[in-house]
């Protein structure tokens, strides 16, 4: 069985992903990490996550779980999981990341270390967000320059980086398959008297309220027609599922910088 260490593990995605390892017969909970300071310290991962005892303690000694761990899985914080990646690294260790908001420079050395270890890192583990990358891209090829692009994301109140990670991933998708750059048409909030819509703009917009797990449409706007594609979470299990898949994946790959697209084969 692959020895998973679940990194941020009494947060809320930490504690589906402790439940559905010990669910998942080709992996096993090798340890348990939270940072240093946390309440959570010296509890038991399993009763943390309400799946029953796991006999794994959460701790803040990545290093010392590595020497048994195979893979990491980190959904926590950019500046966290850059760490983690970082001691991945010198023990040659796997990783999965789910972690958003990383900024361009924290990007870069994930991509970086990503030359010493395999690693999967994708702003959405999604199965069903990750197809909905590959056929947005042929969307919007086919309708051209004729239909307006928007991109409208919806998340819970608590999360902290606005645009989602999938919702820039989406734009970029769509930007490349259009020959554009987001950095330079990409609009991210309208208000006052702004002017007709500029032609090749694509619009990124937010959503924060209650307990949204996570929802993302692509909308295509035509004269007389609109196309939208969206993509509904119910659950957080929808990424962990996926999250998982990638950890059997990718002990068997070599070093390099991956994504969901590999995992799944659509690219």
Not at 206 to 222: E, K, N, S
Not at 231 to 239: G, N
């Amino acid at each position: 069985m692959i020895k998973v260490v679940v990194a941020g593990a009494a947060g809320r995605m930490g504690c589906r992903l402790v439940a559905l390892v010990r669910d998942t017969t080709a992996l096993t909970l090798a340890g348990a990490l939270e940072g240093t300071g946390h309440p959570a310290l010296g509890e038991d991962a399993g009763e943390r996550a309400g799946a029953g005892r796991a006999g794994v303690t959460i701790t803040d000694d990545l290093a010392a779980l590595l020497e048994r761990g195979e893979v990491v899985v980190d959904f926590s914080s950019p500046e966290a999981t850059l760490q983690h990646c970082r001691i991945a690294a010198q023990h040659r260790r796997a990783m999965v990341i789910g972690t958003t908001g990383f900024s361009p420079a924290e990007y870069d050395e994930l991509r970086s270390l990503a030359r010493q270890i395999p690693c999967v890192c994708s702003p959405n583990m999604s199965v069903g967000v990750n197809l909905i990358y590959k056929v947005i891209g042929e969307m919007a090829k086919t309708l051209g320059d004729d239909y307006d692009i928007e991109v409208v994301e919806a998340h819970h109140r608590l999360k902290k980086d606005a645009p989602s990670g999938t919702a820039l991933k989406i734009a970029e998708v769509l930007a490349r398959a259009v020959n554009r750059d987001l950095n330079q048409v990409g609009v991210y909030a309208r208000k006052g008297l702004i002017g007709e819509r500029k032609k090749g703009e694509i619009g990124i917009q937010t959503i924060r309220a209650g307990d949204i797990v996570g929802d993302h449409t692509v909308l295509f706007g035509g004269m007389g027609e609109r196309i939208e594609v969206t993509h509904r979470a119910s659950s957080r299990d929808t990424f962990a599922r996926g999250a998982l898949r990638a950890a059997r994946w990718v002990v068997r790959q070599p070093p390099g910088f991956y994504d969901m697209m590999d995992v799944l084969g659509l690219k």
